[in-house]
Nanobody
Framework: VQLVESGGGLVQPGGSLRLSCAAS????????MSWYRQAAGKERELVAQ????????NYADSVKGRFTISRDNVKDTVYLQMNSLKPEDTAVYFC????????WGQGTQVTVSS
């Protein structure tokens, strides 16, 4: 099983990034996929979730209206489109797969700074 995140980097406040998480080794479309983030010195927190069929999504209040989670069940990939980024969005972003078992990716750093 592998979850490989990509797309992180340094962006100015107000900018955008699109994170990707490529999955392999399990039946992707049967898993709820989530994005979490962990800022330095803070606990890991849920950012967004999407059901296996992509029909239902859930967002942390802090990112509602700015971030969009989506998935491509042909490419076995989940995305996080992040717009209007703020310095407080700076964190390592992780994707997670949940069904009976739980899998984590290794994370990708997002830094929002001028």
């Amino acid at each position: 099983v592998q979850l490989v995140e990509s797309g992180g980097g340094l962006v100015q406040p107000g900018g955008s990034l699109r994170l990707s998480c490529a999955a392999s080794g399990f039946i992707f479309n049967s898993y709820v996929m989530s994005w979490y983030r962990q800022a330095a010195g803070k606990e890991r927190e849920l950012v967004a979730q999407i059901t296996g069929d992509g029909q239902l999504t859930n967002y942390a209040d802090s990112v509602k209206g700015r971030f969009t989670i989506s998935r491509d069940n042909v490419k076995d990939t989940v995305y996080l489109q992040m717009n209007s980024l703020k310095p407080e969005d700076t964190a390592v972003y992780f994707c997670r797969a949940d069904r009976i078992l739980r899998y984590w990716g290794q994370g990708t750093q997002v830094t929002v700074s001028s």
